[in-house]
């Protein structure tokens, strides 16, 4: 438990008196912390953390659903952003595989602490959704420190990184090296059966797929921290992630039209690459009463995705078609944040400033090459660049107030939003919207072990820049993707409203909740020539609503147990094609989590299971997972550690979509079965 409010002893050591007693005090960091408006887990001694991904460290976290392919939720909400110490970054910025791949290759090793958001206030950029806030380690302890861990899985999958900080007079510096060899198996099987809804034609198509992803990944960190006065405080700090694979995709295709047949293999070999890289000024003023944070960020994200292939027939037997292709993405994200609060007696006022401005700069190609010749020739339906401006200007303001039993978190955002969308080819698109979103937090405490809560935030959710697309896009070998440049943001609102109980032995909490939006973001499937083209359209309408729980036992110093979990009702309305389909299905989550510590050892154990669910137009199977992780500590500064992933493979994900065209079925198995064993490597 943190303690504070210790007075120091007047003990003060003079050369002529050696035997003057020294006293220090040490205390253990509290695992969890509640405040008014989020959950801090502090997860730097996590077991699983040491060798493991940030995916790992997030996935080990109550009230969290993380499935093998990377798609979060937050007590039943897939709208969740993801922050890095309290920004966002361009490698986070998008929801799907890019941030996926982020979170899988960033060491656990780093991270200090996750704060988890489930009603933001006004004061942050939440976008629609949820916060997760990943805090990584800043050490400002005298002297020099470093830690070296390492692990190694079955595959051939290795890992290797360090870390460590210096800190003398005024100056700190801290800084980290990583180096990862990681992989994943990815099992894909899909039945298309698809109606021309012009000409009435209707097919088949089936398609199925090996491989194994193998990626190497290099990380670097660098930060610098300057005490500049008692009270001002100067940082600087700056990272650079790279990855690579070259993976070898074998899709088998069976494609039937009325009495026609046609079997082959699609071989596509990559590569495909991924850096990104960020950079940051920060200064800080914390006076009595008083404090000012101050904030310059740019972050950068480049990624090439090659979709080459060759075509090997089998029926009817023809000769081999290739056809060279690739997708480049550029993401590019500065941001400017002054914050300010002021503390009186009963309140504590806050302000703040939020500009920020992301570009993205994508482009497609993809032509047939003759296979004598090696001439290419460009495909102008799915050959194609723009670039997409998202700016946004934000101003908040917030009080907090204490009276008697009564704590509340009131806050305002006014938002100034604008996208522009420059194909390579053609006209402009422009778009502005403008919001004024009010939050609220209330805490009333019943006593000192019990209190009620309530949540509210309105907001908006910005479009993806890639679904602003224009143009057509190539998918794989059934599916084609077609952007929307006219999506206007979703409109989104959450209650919240729940207890914390707290005891010697024993912390819980229950709530409920009720989240709905509008112009909510669809996709919207047709058939164009066998091929399914999928476009982002907006006017769905969803709502959700529901009960969730969680309690942690502590029956003894070396143990702990908890168990969360929730039970909610979906409901979605999506536009098919003339008619609207409406859908409602009750889904849940439950985890369950152990953690053991015993002289040198420390073990945990956390279990997940996810029910089915329903998607626009879809469904989706249960999946579930069950880590285990162990850490032995051979002496004060080197522990072996083992980490156990998925032991009963239960990542396969099942899925259904019915639409007026076309039923698609099949599954995808991103195995995350592992085990790990590896070692860390304090040097004091």
């Given at each position: 438990?943190?303690?504070?409010?210790l007075?120091?002893?007047?003990?003060?050591?003079?050369?002529?008196?050696?035997?003057?007693?020294?006293?220090t005090?040490?205390?253990?960091k509290?695992?969890?912390?509640k405040?008014?408006?989020?959950?801090?887990?502090?997860?730097s001694d996590?077991?699983?953390?040491?060798?493991g991904?940030?995916?790992?460290?997030?996935?080990?976290?109550?009230?969290?659903?993380?499935?093998?392919?990377?798609?979060?939720a937050?007590?039943?909400?897939?709208?969740?952003?993801?922050?890095?110490?309290?920004?966002?970054?361009?490698?986070?910025?998008?929801?799907?595989?890019?941030?996926?791949?982020a979170?899988?290759?960033?060491?656990?090793?780093?991270?200090?602490?996750?704060?988890v958001?489930?009603?933001?206030?006004?004061?942050?950029?939440?976008n629609?959704?949820?916060i997760?806030?990943?805090?990584?380690?800043?050490?400002?302890?005298?002297?020099?420190?470093?830690?070296?861990?390492g692990?190694?899985?079955?595959?051939?999958?290795?890992?290797?990184g360090?870390?460590?900080?210096?800190?003398?007079?005024?100056?700190?510096?801290?800084?980290?090296?990583?180096?990862?060899?990681d992989?994943?198996q990815?099992?894909?099987?899909?039945?298309?059966?698809?109606?021309?809804?012009?000409?009435?034609?209707?097919?088949?198509?089936?398609?199925?797929?090996?491989?194994?992803?193998?990626?190497?990944?290099?990380?670097?960190?660098?930060?610098?921290?300057?005490?500049?006065s008692?009270?001002?405080?100067?940082?600087?700090?700056?990272?650079?992630?790279?990855?690579?694979?070259?993976?070898?995709?074998?899709?088998?295709?069976?494609?039937?039209?009325?009495?026609?047949?046609?079997?082959?293999?699609?071989?596509?070999y990559?590569?495909n690459?991924?850096?990104?890289g960020?950079?940051?000024?920060?200064?800080?003023?914390?006076?009595?009463?008083?404090?000012?944070?101050?904030?310059?960020?740019?972050?950068?994200?480049?990624t090439?995705v090659?979709k080459?292939?060759?075509?090997?027939?089998?029926?009817?037997?023809?000769a081999a078609?290739?056809?060279?292709?690739?997708?480049?993405?550029a993401?590019?994200?500065?941001?400017?944040?002054?914050?300010?609060?002021?503390?009186?007696?009963?309140?504590?006022?806050?302000?703040?400033?939020d500009?920020?401005?992301?570009?993205?700069?994508?482009?497609?190609y993809?032509?047939?090459?003759?296979?004598?010749?090696?001439?290419?020739?460009?495909?102008?339906?799915?050959?194609?660049?723009?670039?997409?401006?998202?700016?946004?200007?934000?101003?908040?303001?917030t009080?907090?107030?204490?009276?008697?039993?009564?704590?509340?978190?009131?806050?305002?955002?006014?938002?100034?939003?604008?996208?522009?969308v420059?194909?390579?080819?053609?006209?402009?698109?422009?778009?502005h919207?403008?919001?004024?979103?009010?939050?609220?937090?209330?805490?009333?405490?019943i006593?000192?072990?019990?209190?009620?809560?309530?949540?509210?935030?309105?907001?908006?959710?910005?479009?993806?820049?890639?679904?602003?697309?224009?143009?057509?896009?190539?998918?794989d070998?059934?599916?084609?993707?077609?952007g929307?440049?006219?999506?206007?943001p979703?409109?989104?609102?959450?209650?919240?409203?729940?207890?914390?109980?707290e005891?010697?032995?024993?912390?819980?909490?229950?709530?409920?909740?009720?989240?709905?939006?509008?112009?909510?973001?669809?996709?919207?499937?047709?058939?164009?020539?066998?091929?399914?083209?999928?476009?982002?359209?907006?006017?769905?309408q969803?709502?959700?609503?529901?009960?969730?729980?969680?309690?942690d036992?502590?029956p003894?110093?070396?143990?702990?147990?908890?168990?969360?979990?929730g039970?909610?009702?979906?409901?979605?309305?999506?536009?098919?094609?003339?008619?609207?389909?409406?859908?409602?299905?009750?889904?849940?989550?439950?985890?369950a989590?152990?953690?053991?510590?015993?002289?040198?050892?420390?073990?945990?154990?956390?279990a997940?299971?996810?029910?089915a669910?329903?998607?626009?137009?879809?469904?989706?199977?249960?999946?579930?997972?069950?880590?285990?992780?162990?850490?032995?500590?051979?002496?004060?500064?080197?522990?072996?550690?083992?980490?156990?992933n998925d032991?009963?493979?239960?990542?396969?994900?099942?899925?259904?979509?019915?639409?007026?065209?076309f039923?698609?079925?099949?599954?995808?198995?991103?195995?995350?079965?592992?085990?790990?064993?590896?070692?860390?490597k304090?040097?004091?």
């Amino acid at each position: 438990m943190i303690l504070s409010g210790l007075a120091t002893l007047p003990l003060h050591a003079r050369a002529g008196d050696p035997d003057t007693p020294t006293v220090t005090v040490t205390a253990k960091k509290e695992a969890v912390v509640k405040r008014l408006d989020k959950t801090v887990h502090d997860v730097s001694d996590m077991p699983r953390a040491a060798n493991g991904s940030a995916q790992d460290v997030l996935q080990a976290l109550p009230g969290l659903t993380v499935t093998a392919d990377g798609r979060i939720a937050l007590k039943g909400n897939p709208q969740v952003t993801v922050l890095v110490d309290g920004k966002p970054s361009a490698a986070m910025a998008g929801a799907g595989e890019e941030r996926a791949v982020a979170l899988q290759t960033m060491s656990g090793a780093d991270i200090a602490s996750v704060e988890v958001i489930t009603n933001p206030s006004a004061a942050y950029n939440a976008n629609g959704g949820a916060i997760l806030n990943i805090v990584l380690k800043r050490k400002r302890k005298p002297g020099a420190h470093a830690q070296v861990q390492g692990s190694a899985a079955d595959h051939g999958l290795w890992n290797l990184g360090s870390s460590g900080d210096l800190t003398r007079g005024r100056l700190s510096v801290h800084g980290s090296l990583g180096l990862r060899h990681d992989g994943t198996q990815k099992i894909r099987q899909s039945a298309v059966d698809w109606v021309d809804p012009q000409d009435g034609r209707a097919g088949q198509r089936l398609q199925a797929s090996r491989v194994f992803v193998r990626r190497v990944v290099d990380s670097a960190a660098l930060g610098v921290d300057d005490v500049l006065s008692d009270t001002d405080t100067l940082s600087l700090s700056a990272r650079y992630n790279a990855r690579r694979s070259h993976p070898l995709f074998d899709v088998l295709n069976e494609d039937r039209t009325g009495a026609a047949r046609s079997v082959y293999h699609r071989i596509s070999y990559g590569p495909n690459t991924q850096s990104d890289g960020s950079a940051s000024l920060a200064y800080s003023r914390q006076a009595p009463g008083t404090a000012l944070k101050a904030m310059l960020q740019h972050s950068e994200t480049t990624t090439l995705v090659d979709k080459s292939y060759r075509d090997v027939f089998i029926e009817p037997a023809r000769a081999a078609a290739y056809s060279r292709g690739a997708t480049r993405t550029a993401r590019r994200l500065d941001q400017a944040t002054l914050d300010w609060t002021r503390a009186l007696d009963t309140h504590q006022f806050g302000m703040g400033l939020d500009l920020q401005s992301q570009l993205d700069d994508i482009g497609n190609y993809q032509a047939a090459v003759d296979p004598l010749t090696e001439t290419e020739m460009p495909d102008p339906d799915t050959t194609n660049g723009y670039t997409v401006l998202a700016t946004r200007g934000a101003a908040y303001l917030t009080d907090q107030i204490r009276h008697g039993q009564w704590e509340m978190l009131l806050g305002a955002r006014a938002e100034s939003m604008a996208l522009r969308v420059r194909p390579a080819q053609g006209p402009v698109r422009r778009a502005h919207w403008r919001a004024v979103d009010p939050s609220l937090n209330l805490k009333y405490a019943i006593n000192g072990s019990a209190a009620l809560t309530l949540g509210y935030r309105r907001s908006l959710q910005l479009p993806d820049p890639r679904d602003l697309n224009p143009f057509t896009t190539y998918v794989d070998a059934q599916n084609l993707s077609r952007g929307n440049p006219g999506l206007a943001p979703q409109r989104m609102q959450a209650w919240e409203i729940g207890g914390d109980l707290e005891s010697a032995h024993l912390n819980g909490s229950f709530g409920a909740f009720y989240r709905s939006s509008r112009d909510t973001v669809f996709d919207a499937r047709t058939v164009s020539g066998k091929v399914l083209v999928t476009a982002k359209e907006n006017g769905g309408q969803a709502r959700s609503a529901g009960v969730n729980a969680s309690l942690d036992w502590t029956p003894a110093a070396s143990l702990r147990l908890g168990m969360d979990g929730g039970i909610y009702r979906v409901s979605l309305e999506t536009p098919d094609l003339s008619a609207l389909v409406r859908q409602d299905r009750r889904s849940g989550y439950v985890n369950a989590r152990a953690a053991y510590s015993a002289g040198r050892d420390d073990v945990s154990l956390d279990a997940h299971a996810q029910s089915a669910g329903i998607t626009p137009l879809g469904r989706y199977g249960a999946t579930s997972s069950v880590n285990l992780s162990w850490k032995h500590k051979l002496n004060k500064t080197l522990s072996l550690t083992v980490n156990a992933n998925d032991l009963f493979d239960g990542s396969r994900r099942t899925y259904a979509t019915d639409s007026a065209t076309f039923r698609q079925t099949g599954f995808d198995h991103f195995v995350a079965r592992r085990l790990y064993v590896g070692f860390v490597k304090k040097i004091e």
